[in-house]
T-cell receptor, first 115, second 114 residues
């Protein structure tokens, strides 16, 4: 158990809908990362937050957004969902922002299926 | 730009034999390299990392990795494979210029047969 929690574990929804994925980092970690794992794209970085502020952005669609709250949990919002958004979404956390020795610890993921 | 490559989609090994999962990297600057393992329907578990220092890095579950700067490789190894090692293995490089995000290889499916 990495100490990173994600809810829900599974999510089934329809095209055009909006969903929210939630992540709680390990105790004491200030940095949260979101990744998407799909068969065709592999594991892709989406976005990073550090202590409430956005720090880095990857290939995140405009339909997707995220935020980190004062208690350090993070939410990833996916809207106007398309079939291609079906994937496993991971959250990871680390203590600091970009220290070279930092290890990112991953949650169990949320499996999203868009029908 | 930072990148990693895992040249083998699948590696098959007999239980008790040594295993190697290959990874090569391309980075500008110092390489910060990681190995993760993903069991079916589970998240990614951290195995080990290379930041600096000794080229042989020891990690969890008896795994180790050898950093080779001249060959730009970071191969994962284990002296004696177990059936329970069967999983998907990812090599990753950290990009310190973009928030420290991880850039992953495409993954290697390791199958250990009894």
């Amino acid at each position: 158990d990495s100490g990173v929690t994600q809810t829900p574990k599974h999510l089934i929804t329809a095209t055009g809908q909006r969903v929210t994925l939630r992540c709680s980092p390990r105790s004491g970690d200030l940095s949260v990362y979101w990744y998407q794992q799909s068969l065709d794209q592999g594991l892709q970085f989406l976005i990073q937050y550090y202590n409430g502020e956005e720090r880095a952005k990857g290939n995140i669609l405009e339909r997707f957004s995220a935020q980190q709250f004062p208690d350090l949990h993070s939410e990833l919002n996916l809207s106007s969902l398309e079939l291609g958004d079906s994937a496993l979404y991971f959250c990871a956390s680390s203590a600091l922002s970009s220290g070279a020795q930092e290890t990112q610890y991953f949650g169990p993921g949320t499996r999203l299926l868009v029908l | 730009a930072q990148s990693v490559a895992q040249p083998e989609d699948q590696v098959n090994v007999a239980e008790g034999n040594p295993l190697t999962v290959k990874c090569t990297y391309s980075v500008s600057g110092n390489p910060y390299l990681f190995w993760y393992v993903q069991y079916p329907n589970r998240g990614l578990q951290f195995l080990l990392k290379y930041i600096t220092g000794d080229n042989l890095v020891k990690g969890s579950y008896g795994f180790e990795a050898e950093f080779n700067k001249s060959q730009t490789s970071f191969h994962l190894k284990k002296p004696s494979a177990l059936v329970s090692d069967s999983a998907l293995y990812f090599c990753a490089v950290r990009d310190p210029y973009q928030g420290g995000k991880l850039i992953f290889g495409q993954g290697t499916e390791l199958s250990v047969k009894p």
